[in-house]
């Protein structure tokens, strides 16, 4: 099993980045995928989640209206768009299959 982020990078505030996280070794389609974001100095925190379909797509609060989750079933892969982005975004953004499988993750920093 493999879960390997992509995207990451340094931007200024209001900036866009794309995230991409590319699975192998399991049954993609039969899992719900899930972003997760570690801060320093906090908690792993759940960022979005889109069902094995792709039909049902949940956000936080913090990131609603800003990030937008997506699947591709074909290729095993999802993504995370993520738009204005603020300094408070910082954090090392990881893809998990359902909370059972997890990926390194990827460093996202917002700074002037």
């Known amino acids: 099993v493999q879960l390997v982020e992509s995207g990451g990078d340094s931007v200024q505030p209001g900036g866009s980045l794309r995230l991409s996280c590319a699975a192998s070794?399991?049954?993609?389609?039969?899992?719900?995928m899930r972003w997760y974001r570690q801060a320093p100095g906090r908690e792993r925190e759940l960022v979005a989640r889109?069902?094995?379909?792709?039909?049902?797509?949940n956000f936080e609060e913090f990131v609603k209206g800003r990030f937008c989750i997506s699947r591709d079933n074909a290729k095993d892969t999802v993504d995370l768009q993520m738009n204005s982005l603020k300094p408070e975004d910082t954090a090392v953004y990881f893809c998990s299959a359902g909370g059972y499988y997890w990926g390194l993750g990827t460093q996202v920093t917002v700074s002037s």
């Open positions: 070794g399991f049954t993609f389609s039969n899992y719900e």
């Open positions: 889109i069902s094995s379909g792709g039909g049902s797509i």
